[in-house]
């Protein structure tokens, strides 16, 4: 979607391992989101950001970390990659707490 | 908890049905309520939203009713066309949330021609 990538597209790796997925945007909006997409499920929110260096936890956000310097990226970081941590990723980007989210294309992640 | 309940999970109508897909709430704070659509292998994009002052709103083949007294909300699709095939997702947000949505999880709509 226009205005706001994640990276990379599709990853796999290996049990234990430290994965980051980044989210960048360039529409200089104030809240970012991580979302996972399980089959079932439906979106689940994992952490959030509300402005540079303030973040929150969200309903699933055991085994994951966040990170946000700049305005335009946000970074999830799972530290030890497990196998249920295999999902389809989505950042989500908005404006204002008043407005609805744009999303990313997702991050297939795949922990073998 | 979940805070938003969909159905159904799966829904499939010939084309020119009118699908109809439900969605209900418990937080008296949400005050907005959108519906997004995802394509496979695309992120959600926003279909239409409404705030709980009105009780209808139409955006093309596209209409949310709300009723705020029974915390429920649904989407129509008129004239239900192959293309809408899709999943579709419910959502709601207010109070002292900081922005973020609830969702519900999901539906999958099968439009056959």
């Known amino acids: 979607d226009a205005g706001i990538t994640q990276s990379p597209r599709h990853k796999v790796t290996e049990t234990g391992t430290p994965v980051t997925l980044r989210c960048h945007q360039t529409?200089?909006?104030?809240?970012m989101y991580w979302y996972r997409q399980d089959p079932g499920h439906g979106l689940r929110l994992i952490h959030y950001?509300?402005?540079?260096?303030?973040?929150d936890k969200g309903e699933v956000s055991d085994g994951y970390s966040v990170s946000r310097s700049k305005t335009e990226d946000f970074l999830l970081t799972l530290e030890s990659a497990t196998s249920s941590q295999t999902s389809v990723y989505f950042c989500?980007?908005?404006?204002?707490?008043?407005?609805?989210?744009?999303f990313g294309s997702g991050t297939r992640l795949t922990v073998v | 908890q979940q805070q938003v309940k969909q159905s159904p999970q799966s829904l499939i109508v010939q084309k020119g049905g009118i699908p109809i897909i439900n969605c209900a709430y418990e937080?008296?704070?949400?005050?907005?309520f959108p519906w997004y659509q995802q394509f496979p292998g695309k992120g959600p994009a926003l279909l239409i939203a409404?705030?709980?002052?009105?009780s209808e709103k139409k955006e093309g083949r596209f209409t949310i009713s709300f009723n705020k007294s029974a915390k429920q909300f649904s989407l129509h699709i008129m004239d239900s066309q192959p293309g809408d095939s899709a999943t579709y997702f419910c959502?709601?947000?207010?109070?002292?949330?900081?922005?973020?949505?609830?969702f519900g999880r999901g539906t999958q709509l099968t439009v056959w021609p």
């Open positions: 989500a980007i908005s404006e204002s707490s008043n407005y609805g989210y744009t």
């Open positions: 529409e200089n909006h104030r809240y």
């Open positions: 950001s509300y402005g540079v260096k303030d973040t």
């Open positions: 937080n008296t704070a949400f005050d907005y």
């Open positions: 409404i705030r709980p002052d009105v």
């Open positions: 959502a709601a947000r207010g109070g002292s949330t900081l922005g973020r949505l609830y």
